[in-house]
């Protein structure tokens, strides 16, 4: 899923200053799960919002919404009638939820209550750790189940640069080199030999979004 954390409390404050009565949107989904933005997080952020502008003596009213998906248009569509009463949309939900109220509210200023950070899983309590760059050509299949884009500093597609140590990365000491974890997995699969196979050069300029933002159409699904 996605993750994301919450932008620091005074950049929001001082962003929302010239205003006196916003939207909180929510978003039910990923930011829920990942405790940035779902109804609950939401709800806190405007109490403390409300009474920081409270002290200063410039109350904000602030209306809440948590969409089950801000990110899907007829969600997004749920808020029309709310967004005709605020002057200005903060949204707790991912940076595509931002820009898809961006693009059903094109009269409402809007901003980000959180960073978007990755596409990731949750490891422990309150851990997440990256996962998947969505390069848009999946390995998976080639590296043992475990993404040496994401995972590997270097994003070395054919084994490790040397430089671990006790199975560790060298550029981040506190994370598990991805060829190890690769390698020890292939191992107990007894799938060692897959290692040989060359992973060719990626098409990053045909796959992944360094042509730009990327598109799927599905013809099938079209109306
Ligand atoms: S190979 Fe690409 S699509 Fe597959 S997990 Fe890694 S970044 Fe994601
Ligand atoms: S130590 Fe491992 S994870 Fe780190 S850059 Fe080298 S191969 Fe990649």
Not at 47 to 61: D, F, H, T, Y
Not at 141 to 148: F, S
Not at 180 to 190: A, E, M, N, P, T
Request: aromatic letters at 4%; proline letters at 5%; hydrophobic letters at 35%.
């Amino acid at each position: 899923m996605i993750k994301a954390e919450q932008k620091p409390f005074e950049e929001i404050l001082e962003y929302l200053a010239p205003y006196n009565k916003i939207l909180l949107s929510g978003c039910g989904a990923c930011v829920t799960v990942c405790h940035a933005g779902g109804e609950k997080e939401g709800a806190l952020l405007a109490s403390a919002l409300r009474m920081a502008r409270q002290k200063i003596g410039k109350p904000l009213e602030i209306l809440e919404s948590t969409p089950a998906r801000q990110c899907e248009p007829e969600f997004a569509q749920e808020l029309s009638d709310t967004i005709g009463r605020v002057q200005a949309i903060l949204s707790v939900s991912c940076g595509v939820g931002v820009q898809t109220l961006a693009r059903h509210f094109p009269a409402t200023q809007i901003f980000p209550g959180v960073n978007t950070t990755f596409l990731g899983e949750t490891v422990a309590h309150g851990v997440w750790e990256e996962r998947c760059q969505a390069c848009g050509d999946c390995i998976l299949e080639k590296t043992a189940g475990i993404c040496p884009i994401a995972r590997c500093a270097k994003q070395l597609l054919n084994g490790p640069c040397g430089g671990s140590s006790n199975g560790k990365c060298e550029i981040k000491r506190e994370t598990d080199c991805a060829w190890q974890l690769i390698y020890d997995r292939s191992k107990s699969l007894g799938q060692l030999h897959r290692l040989t196979e060359i992973i060719p050069a990626k098409q990053w300029g045909v796959q992944s979004r360094d042509s730009g933002p990327r598109r799927i159409v599905r013809e099938d699904l079209k109306v």
